[in-house]
């Protein structure tokens, strides 16, 4: 086989959570055209039928996450990748926030991840290669406005995948995050639906990332899948920005 001709995640057992649509399916789609053997956690299946095994999963109940991982053990004794990339949105300010978004969002954001990597870690501790990514926001390192509960559970995120990082030294397992702007997604599709005048809101998060347009959920799949590589072997607690220059760029209009 001619050198660099090999795929790079091949042999690998790679976990989505999140997995049936966006920047999950579009992540699951390139492990998977990489040679990884993937496994998509999600409420539903969507098109992952075509790359990926589902296993049904409510990320932000423990019991359906033990479920999964028993289900997941049935399949594997191996997982050498987790994206914990399951994540749901919220319009809105502390003013206009209820205590049950804010309990509901941070459950299904922030202590997901906890739930899900707990129960991912004696099987990520028999890789040779273990790494977590874990899906972050540009929300977490910049004030958007009305995304109050959202910014706030992803700024948890980014501090967590630092805390998880240290913690693994001692196992091994790299811990990174990608901190997508805006992206094209479903998701972002469904929060423009709500918006008074949806065109003229597009326009705006466009116009928002000097860019000039949304982020495409596979340019933040790249950017998982290069911080998952095993060849990336030192690369550990460092976050990658994919928001068209949003975080650093001030550009005059």
């Known amino acids: 086989m001619p050198q660099g001709s090999e795929k790079e995640f091949a042999g690998l057992t790679a976990i989505i959570t999140g997995a049936a649509s966006g920047i999950g399916l579009a992540t699951a789609r390139l492990l998977h055209q990489q040679g990884a053997s993937v496994i998509g956690l999600d409420l539903n299946q969507g098109e992952l039928k075509e790359f990926a095994t589902w ?10 996450v033990t479920k999964a991982f028993a289900e997941v053990r049935q399949k594997t ?17 502390v003013e206009s926030e209820t205590e049950e978004n804010w309990e509901k969002i941070f459950n299904i954001n922030v202590f997901s991840v906890a739930r899900v990597t707990k129960a991912a870690l004696p099987l990520l501790r028999k890789s040779k290669v273990p790494s977590i990514v874990n899906t972050c926001s540009i929300a977490a390192t910049a004030g958007i406005p009305n995304r109050v509960i959202y910014s706030a559970s992803k700024g948890a995120i980014r501090t967590l995948t630092f805390s998880m990082a240290c913690d693994f030294l001692k196992d091994r397992i790299r811990v990174n995050s990608v901190n997508p702007g805006t992206a094209d997604t479903p998701w972002v599709q469904r929060l423009l639906s709500q918006a008074d005048d949806p065109v003229a809101e ?18 933040v799949a790249s950017s998982v899948a290069y911080l998952a590589s095993p060849r990336q072997g030192s690369t550990t607690a460092t976050e990658i920005s994919v928001d068209g220059g949003m975080q650093n760029l001030r550009v005059p209009k």
């Open 77 to 93: 004794n191996v997982v050498d990748i987790l994206i914990n990339n399951a994540a749901v949105g919220s319009i809105g300010t």
């Open 202 to 219: 597009r326009e705006r998060l466009e116009a928002r990332q000097p860019w000039g347009r949304l982020v495409s959920a596979e340019e």
């Open 55 to 64: 296993i049904h999963c409510d990320v932000s109940t423990l019991e359906s």
